[in-house]
């Protein structure tokens, strides 16, 4: 189907947990497209987020009094409904529009027995943050519904919204009830239960085809959040998913395969560009250089091989125990005759910045000889410095940064906002300075990771099992480490194996003439330059066309 004959809407709503929220990979996937949807749908993009901050400055939202007012007093008014009305920071600015859903509490049971009335939603077992996430969807759809009726639009004027991910999943429900002229849109980007069911350390894979949804969501107490989501892929006029892999999940466990596959793009309009890269890729290794002295009282020569990872502290599933134990395995072989500084980049329980650390650093730029007086690998203290999983391997592995070890390790627990204490620069401004990045994941949907690394020119290894990965072999028809992007087979049960592989991968690279890792930087970037929006955002427009046509459909039959 060609764009040409696709109906297009006029205006785009989006609800999110993670507009002008940064939590995670979906925080990405707005910011990084909104530009491109801001170009062709100027001002009739509107993001709808929760309000966390209050009276406190939220940093990625600029408040404009002079947008929308008077249908702000209209919607306080006629829904109670107390939104901020402004334009998030990020690259196209779109209106953005923060709801306090506090007010919806009180009516919590009323609204949750609606939406079993209306989709059979089972939210009696909901615990944890099930119930903010509802109440903050709810009120979403209520936004929307009240900025319809205000402006007094019709199925003329072509309405989308979409939702992303189970938190926002019961806003589907109420939107179809209240304004049916609008197309619906839901995008999960990982099951709930898939999510679960990995990282509860059952195999997932060799036995999707025999699990159920249903009855996996009671043996593993997600009841409720399953229910919202497999309801809202039933009830939605366009249910998508982000890669094949994890349509293979929704086909079984939400027994809905998805309508479209909405792939993640970037865009590149964050990565320093000739003279500036360069500039600010050596100011990168030299903190990071210069952190790991301090931490470990080794010198580095210019020529370490700097690796890491990062991503969301999920130990099995992001692939960090493997990643581990790669580097015990390359300290432990002989024949590795260069320098590697491995970084851990994962927010983890993090307490404070090191003062011993930070007064190492402060005003001192002669290397140190000796290492800290204890734990040469972290950078901030934790809250459970007794149960830390990274910890715990580390000191497992032996991986205690001595002076014979060619491998050292640098766990970097917190987010990287420029702010953290020690390198106080953002995680791209140190992302720059790696020579290879590396992602063993066994549950990832999509992968924003190893596609950042590649847009910064930095080699990586990825999974069959990361829908970026599988998009590589598939679309691009590559997978090995001297075309940018090297993939590794991740089943079930060979995690060992992996390992073995990254250490090969690594060894390889440490072999490499410096033109040859140039070259394959340069390969790399072109694999990112594959991935951008504008290559990605037919695949909206599909989504878009398809939930107009069923909203013009219902229409029809109901006039």
């Not at 406190?56 to 939104?83: C, M, R, Y």
């Not at 619906?184 to 699990?211: E, Q």
């Not at 005759?337 to 993090?350: E, H, Q, R, S, T």
């Not at 090191?354 to 730029?365: S, T, V």
Request: proline share 4%; aromatic share 12%.
């Amino acid at each position: 189907m060609t764009k040409s004959k696709l109906i297009s809407p006029n205006y785009i709503f989006e609800a999110s947990w993670e507009v002008c929220n940064k939590v995670g990979g979906i925080y990405t996937v707005l910011s990084t497209r909104a530009n491109t949807l801001q170009q062709s749908h100027p001002d009739k993009l509107f993001f709808i987020g929760p309000d966390l901050w209050q009276d406190k400055e939220n940093p990625f939202f600029l408040v404009d009094d002079t947008l929308l007012q008077d249908w702000k007093l209209f919607a306080n008014k006629e829904d109670n409904l107390n939104i901020r009305i402004g334009r998030w920071d990020i690259p196209g600015k779109p209106i953005t529009i923060l709801v306090d859903f506090q007010p919806f509490f009180e009516h919590k049971n009323a609204i949750y027995g609606r939406a079993w009335e209306l989709g059979k939603v089972d939210s009696l077992h909901a615990y944890g943050d099930y119930d903010e996430c509802c109440m903050f969807a709810y009120a979403a759809a209520k936004v929307t519904a009240n900025f319809y009726k205000y402006n007094k639009l019709s199925i003329k004027d072509r309405v989308v919204f979409q939702s992303h991910e189970w938190q926002t999943g019961m806003s589907i429900i109420f939107i179809k009830q209240w304004c049916p002229q609008i197309g619906t849109i839901f995008t999960t980007h990982a099951t709930s239960i898939g999510r679960s069911i990995a990282g509860n350390n059952k195999p997932l894979y060799d036995y999707l085809f025999a699990y159920d949804g249903d009855q996996m969501a009671r043996e593993l107490n997600m009841v409720a959040k399953h229910s919202v989501e497999k309801q809202a892929t039933h009830h939605v006029d366009c249910f998508t998913t982000v890669s094949e892999i994890t349509n293979n999940e929704c086909k079984e466990l939400l027994e809905r395969p998805a309508d479209v596959i909405l792939m993640n793009g970037f865009e590149d309009d964050f990565v320093p560009k000739a003279s500036d890269f360069t500039r600010k890729r050596n100011q990168a290794r030299a903190s990071l250089f210069r952190v790991a002295n301090a931490l470990t009282g080794f010198d580095f020569p210019k020529d370490t091989l700097v690796v890491g990872t990062s991503g969301r502290y999920e130990f099995k599933n992001k692939g960090l125990d493997v990643y581990l134990q790669s580097l015990r395995r390359l300290n432990k072989d002989k024949n590795l005759n260069k320098d590697i500084l491995a970084f851990v980049y994962v927010p983890a329980w993090v307490g404070e910045p090191r003062a011993d650390l930070q007064q190492r650093l402060k005003g001192h730029h002669a290397p140190f000889d000796t290492p800290i007086s204890k734990l040469p690998m972290l950078t901030h203290w934790l809250h459970n410095m007794s149960e830390d999983d990274v910890l715990d391997s580390l000191k497992y592995f032996n991986l205690w940064n001595l002076p014979t070890d060619r491998v050292k390790v640098v766990f970097v627990p917190c987010y990287l906002d420029g702010k953290d204490g020690v390198f106080n620069k953002t995680y791209y401004d140190l992302l720059i300075g790696s020579d290879l990045t590396i992602y063993p994941s066994y549950y990832e949907p999509w992968g924003y990771t190893p596609l950042e690394s590649v847009a910064f020119k930095v080699p990586t290894i990825t999974t069959n099992k990361a829908g970026f990965g599988l998009w590589a072999v598939h679309n691009l028809r590559i997978g090995q480490l001297l075309d940018g992007v090297a993939v590794l087979n991740r089943t079930d049960y060979n995690g060992s194996e992996v390992a073995d592989d990254i250490k090969e991968c690594v060894m390889e690279m440490t072999k490499l003439t410096i033109q040859q890792r140039n070259q394959i930087r340069r390969r790399a970037a072109k694999v990112a330059s594959r991935a951008l929006w504008s290559n990605f955002i037919k695949y909206y427009y599909e989504a878009y066309d398809m939930a107009l046509r069923c909203a013009e459909k219902r229409n029809r039959q109901t006039t």
